[in-house]
């Protein structure tokens, strides 16, 4: 009951995105598989970097950061 009409709208697109996101970048992989997901886990890994070198004392992480690593990190394998 606390919760207005438009935040559960926004909830709903962010998790309606992150579902999408996820579908695109499984789809991508699937074409372009290779053994190791290499190409996958650099752009991960170049997002991370990018993150941490804002000008801020502790990084802070904006929801479409949060969204693009969860996605693409559900497709790396666990050990990485």
Not at 17 to 26: A, P
Not at 29 to 49: G, N, P, T, W
């Amino acid at each position: 009951m606390g919760r207005t009409l438009a935040t559960q709208e926004a909830q709903v697109r962010v998790s309606f995105s992150y579902v999408l996101l996820r579908w695109l970048l499984e789809l991508i992989a699937q074409r372009v598989r290779s053994s190791e997901l290499k190409d996958l886990e650099i752009i991960v890994l170049r997002h991370e970097v990018a993150i941490l070198r804002r000008k801020s004392r502790r990084p802070a992480m904006t929801v479409v950061d949060r969204l693009f690593l969860s996605a693409a990190s559900r497709l790396l394998p666990r050990a990485r």
